[in-house]
Structure formats: structure tokens, C-alpha cells
């Protein structure tokens, strides 16, 4: 304990999943969105047609970056609206074909609460169970479809164990069987390669506050011909999509951050696979009864997830914010159901060692040295709530 | 969520009395691992009073506080005055708990009670 009183003040950010710090360079290129260049970009005048002229640039780069064209990309609040329109919008148009949705059981809320939602609405859903490592069956999304079947929407990769989905395939099933196809990309899009032509999808959400761009701006890919109602309704903003004037910095900021990750995202993905594997294997070495979840390999790069056995994960979050960590955890005690993270139910983990799992998530910014201080810190924290745990103390006997 | 109060993380930083008492005269075993919370309370009585308490909890920040918090108030209670220990008293005493933590003020005050019972079984009949 005393020899790490010296770093009390160093603090270490392991929550990029949750989200991420705005890029300098992002914060620069808003700058300019918020006196300066002001305009409505729906007006006639110079004003406007300088706020329209930065909107049409962003978009032309974020769709670049996607493989799709700027008239597919809308920009919405951030990756719980693009899920929401998505769902809803495909759900409410395609009504009269049919009323089946297939999903998986570990997509994020803005997901599984708008198909519980749909359910509500007469809309039936088929929640896809996964494997141990939290990976959807394509042959299961086949043998889900019936002739109502009208959306499946599988995330990319999943925000708390990063498993990365077979989108390919799934997305191959959807398109033979013509139902529209949607992944939520919130996870991976500007961290791994996401080509909307090469995953075969029909829609896609994305977020900025992800990879480092500001929060309350994301962005969904409509393909051309889809068709959606919207769910907000007003002027003829995004192609009538989505109404409400445009948050231009924030688009701004967005497209920046799409261009860094441009440049950044293939060394970024080497380093922070090398991080995440040195601390996973740091911490099953340094921490007896400890286990990974999710998939060792087929995994977001940035993503590490432990259950520590006999310990309760806030505790840990608790007392390795203490040592200027910061981390998640899977554990209930944040939700008034006290239910632990479904999505470690659906791996199959007993709710005890979803209680006592803990997420880091590495990104841009993490140091090697960042990693090998949760690897002194952590086994010490390990052994203080250990002490205190019941049981531990019966497993000892 | 809201977060703790300075007094809860106070306890939760340095935490009364954890650990086993040898020879306990009752031992309180409540909560289980599905819910995510375990506390087992530990006391030593004499005379009627309440001379030593002890816990081990697993669980959150409050169940950790709240299972240290109620060790300190009924250390040197008499058995009838840390009967009347309440939820309520414990969680005042550390300063208020988020609402969706106040089941684990609850699991302290079941803790405490289950471990009196346990001392009336061992040491006398029950009036």
C-alpha cells in the first residue's frame, strides 16, 4: 500500500466502451460551428449555405469511410436514436409485410428495449440465444425466419464482453431471404474495419462519442431503397428522416473524429490488441480464480472482461477508483432489478461471477505503463475484498 | 446512479470490525450470491450486552458501509436495544444511501437480527 501512495493522483481511464475523451484536434475542428459559422443550414443565405457546405463535407467523409453514399447517412442525437430509428422505422414501414424481428439476446438496451417495445405494438421478437463466448449462430438467424420476418438486427460487436459477430454471414442469410438487415456498429465503427458493402448491411448506427468525437451526435446508414417512418416528426430536415435543425458542430466534430480514426485505426488496432492481451494474461497470471469472458481472439481490440471470483465488481470499480482507476463492472448493484448484466447471463456465466465481473477498455490514449499498474494495483485490491469476503473464507476451509 | 455519501465511502474505505469472531455466541448468515449481496455477522455477547461484532460481506460499496456501519452501532448495545437497531437507523447514521441501495440497509438490519436469533438459540429460550 505505501509503496503506490507516491501515484495517488495518477488517474487511469479504462472505460473507453462507455466513452471516450473528445480529441483535441475534434474540439478544434468544432471551434468554428458554434458563433461563427451559426447558420440554419435549411436557410438560403450565406449563413446557411456555409453550415450546409460543412454538413455535405462531414457527410461525404463519414460515408467514404463507410463505403456508402452521402445520401444514405443520416445524422441523428447518437447510437441510442440510430438503434431506435432503425428498429422502429423498418418495423412501422414493413407493417404490412410482416410483423417478425430477430435480435439477439446481448444486443444494448437501445435495442432489446425497442423490441420490447415493438412487442407491445402487436410486433412479435425472436431473441437469438448465443454461445459461451457470446456469439450468434448464423444458422440460428435461418432457422429463426419465417415468411413474417421483417428485421434482424444483430450488433457488430458487443459493448461489454467485445465479442465480434459473424455480421457477414448473417447479413448473407437476411439478403437471400430479402429481409432488411440492420447492425448496430456503435462498438466497432472507426475502431475495426466497417465497409457497409462488404458486411452486406442495410442499416447501420453509429455514435462520435465512441471514437473520440463529442457526445449527442451519431449517425445512421439508411440503404438506399430502404424504406422507414420516422419516428419524430417536423421539418424536412435529413431527408425528411429526421427532423430538427441539424447540430452542425457536432457533425463537425463527428467527421473529424472519422478522419483521425482514418489515418489512426490500423496501427491503433496492433496496440491496443497487444495492451489487452499483455492485461488479460496479467491478470489470470496475477489473480487466482479469475476467468476471461467472451472470445479470446474474436474480440474488439480494446476489450478486456474478468470475473473475479468471490468478489463483488463495484466493490473492485470502488477501490480501484481509489487508485485513480476507472473501470466497470457487469455486477447489479447499478440497476434497481438487481439483476447482473444480461448479457453475461446469456454466456452462461451464474450470477455470481456476473457479480463479480469487471470490464476495462483500452483506447487511444492508453499508455503500456497504464496497463502494467493495474496489474500491481489490482492483485492488491483482489486480496483486501477477499478478506472480507464470506466466500472466500468458506472456500479456504 | 447517485452516488455515496462521504460517510458511506468513508466506511467503505476502512472498514469496522471485518473479520470472524472465534466462539461467536450468534452468527447472522443472510443474502446469496444470486442477488449479487452475502453478509455474515459475527457477535460475542455477556451479560446481556454486546461486547464484540465482526463481519464479512461480499457485495457492492453499500453493502460493504452498511455491514460495517451496524457492527459499530450495536457494539455495546444491550440485546433488547440492538433489537430496535432499524434499517432506517443505519442508513441515517451513514449519512443516506442512494435509493436503489437501501436493500442493502435492509440486508444489514435482517444480518443483525438473524444473528441475535441465532444467540437466543444458542444461550436461552426466547420470551
Known amino acids: ?397 | 446512479m447517485e452516488g455515496y455519501s462521504t460517510k458511506v465511502m468513508e466506511h467503505f474505505r476502512n472498514p469496522r470490525n471485518v473479520g470472524k469472531i472465534e466462539n461467536p455466541d450468534g452468527v447472522g448468515h443472510v443474502g446469496n450470491p444470486v442477488c449479487g449481496d452475502i453478509m455474515e455477522l459475527y457477535i460475542k455477547v455477556k451479560d446481556d450486552i454486546i461486547t464484540d461484532a465482526k463481519f464479512k460481506t461480499f457485495g457492492c460499496g453499500a453493502a460493504i458501509a452498511t455491514s460495517s456501519m451496524v457492527t459499530e452501532l450495536v457494539k455495546g448495545k444491550s440485546i433488547n436495544e440492538a433489537l430496535t437497531i432499524s434499517n432506517k437507523a443505519v442508513t441515517e447514521a451513514l449519512g443516506g444511501l442512494p435509493s436503489i441501495k437501501m436493500h442493502c440497509s435492509v440486508l444489514a438490519e435482517e444480518a443483525l437480527k438473524s444473528a441475535i436469533d441465532d444467540y437466543f438459540k444458542n444461550h436461552r429460550s426466547r420470551e
Open chain 1, 1 to 397: 500500500m505505501e509503496k503506490t501512495c507516491y501515484k495517488q493522483n495518477r488517474r487511469i481511464y479504462l472505460d473507453y466502451a462507455a466513452t471516450t475523451p473528445c480529441d483535441l484536434q475534434v474540439v478544434e475542428a468544432m471551434q468554428p460551428y458554434f458563433s461563427k459559422i451559426f447558420g440554419n443550414p435549411s436557410t438560403l443565405y450565406s449563413f446557411g449555405q456555409e453550415a450546409r457546405r460543412a454538413m455535405r463535407e462531414a457527410r461525404g467523409k463519414i460515408a467514404e469511410f463507410l463505403g456508402a453514399s452521402p445520401e444514405e447517412i443520416i445524422f441523428t442525437s447518437g447510437g441510442t436514436e440510430s438503434n431506435n430509428t432503425a428498429l422502429k422505422g423498418v418495423a412501422y414501414a414493413g407493417r404490412n409485410k410482416g410483423n417478425h424481428i430477430i435480435t439477439s439476446s446481448i444486443e444494448h438496451h437501445s435495442v432489446s428495449e425497442s423490441c420490447k417495445f415493438l412487442e407491445k405494438e402487436g410486433f412479435k421478437v425472436t431473441y437469438l440465444t448465443v454461445d459461451e463466448y457470446g456469439l450468434v449462430n448464423p444458422q440460428d438467424v435461418k432457422e429463426a425466419i419465417t415468411d413474417k420476418t421483417i428485421l434482424i438486427s444483430i450488433m457488430h460487436a458487443n459493448n461489454e464482453i467485445g465479442a465480434i459477430q459473424p455480421i457477414k454471414d448473417i447479413a448473407s442469410i437476411a439478403r437471400e431471404k430479402e429481409i432488411y438487415f440492420h447492425t448496430d456498429s456503435v462498438q466497432t465503427f472507426a475502431h475495426i474495419p466497417v465497409n457497409v458493402n462488404d458486411l452486406g448491411v442495410d442499416l447501420l448506427s453509429m455514435s462520435a462519442h465512441k471514437l473520440y468525437g463529442p457526445k449527442g451526435i451519431g449517425a445512421l446508414y439508411i440503404k438506399k431503397g430502404v424504406k422507414i417512418t420516422p419516428f419524430m416528426q417536423g421539418g424536412d430536415q435529413e431527408k425528411r428522416k429526421r427532423a430538427s435543425t441539424e447540430n452542425i458542430a457536432g457533425i463537425a466534430g463527428f467527421a473529424k473524429a472519422v478522419e483521425l480514426a482514418k489515418e489512426k485505426m490500423g496501427n491503433e488496432e496492433k496496440k491496443l490488441t497487444f495492451l489487452r492481451d499483455k492485461l488479460i494474461k496479467g491478470i489470470l497470471e496475477k489473480v487466482e480464480h479469475s476467468r476471461l469472458n467472451g472470445h479470446p481472439a474474436q474480440r474488439l481490440p480494446g476489450n478486456v472482461n474478468v470475473s473475479i471470483e468471490y468478489i463483488e465488481g463495484e466493490s473492485m470499480v470502488l477501490n480501484l477508483d481509489m487508485k485513480g482507476i476507472a473501470c466497470s463492472t457487469g455486477s447489479a448493484c447499478t440497476s434497481s432489478s438487481l439483476e447482473p448484466s444480461h448479457v453475461l447471463l446469456a454466456i452462461g456465466l451464474p450470477h455470481e461471477l456476473a457479480h463479480s465481473s469487471l470490464r476495462f477498455t483500452i483506447g487511444r490514449f492508453t499508455k503500456e505503463e497504464d496497463i502494467d499498474y493495474v496489474l500491481e494495483v489490482l492483485p492488491e485490491v483482489v486480496k483486501k475484498l477477499r478478506s472480507m469476503s464470506p466466500l472466500y473464507g468458506e472456500k479456504e476451509k
